[in-house]
């Protein structure tokens, strides 16, 4: 035997389901610009050398980052031992109204995480 639901129920539900919050992570391996080869022919040619390349990719990165609106951002490869790099994510994302983490590795190769959050109303 089928149940019904009254129009009144229904509404209820919708009421209810907008009021919920919505919760989005993104993760991405945005590959720090010291492993970043740009010439496979000579290994040691690599993105950090070039400030141009790797600020104009990581601002594209944070365009799309700032796009996404996520609650939550986790991105790997991060570039902590890069303080401009890092205070770069921190003005744009924190102008956004996200909080900021980051941890190196624990072998101190020069990368990490950050962890952005925020709860959009």
């Known amino acids: ?8 129920q229904v509404y209820a ?4 389901q907008q009021q919920l919050p919505c919760i989005s992570c993104t993760t ?10 740009l010439n496979h022919e000579d290994e040691s040619c ?12 990581n ?3 944070l365009d799309w980052l700032l796009f996404e609106k996520s609650s939550i951002i986790c991105l790997q490869e991060f570039w902590v031992g890069n303080e401009e790099l890092v205070n770069l994510y921190e003005k744009r994302l924190g102008d956004a109204g ?7 590795r624990t072998n101190n190769r020069g ?7 925020t709860v959009f109303v």
């Open 1 to 8: 035997m089928g149940r019904t639901i009254s129009k009144t």
């Open 28 to 37: 991405f391996n945005i590959l720090a610009p010291i492993y970043k080869r």
């Open 46 to 57: 690599r993105e950090s050398e070039y400030r141009g390349c790797w600020l104009a990719r």
């Open 59 to 61: 601002n594209r990165i």
């Open 98 to 104: 996200y909080v900021h983490f980051k941890l190196g």
């Open 111 to 117: 990368d990490g995480m950050l962890f952005s959050l």
């Open 13 to 16: 539900m919708q009421e209810n």
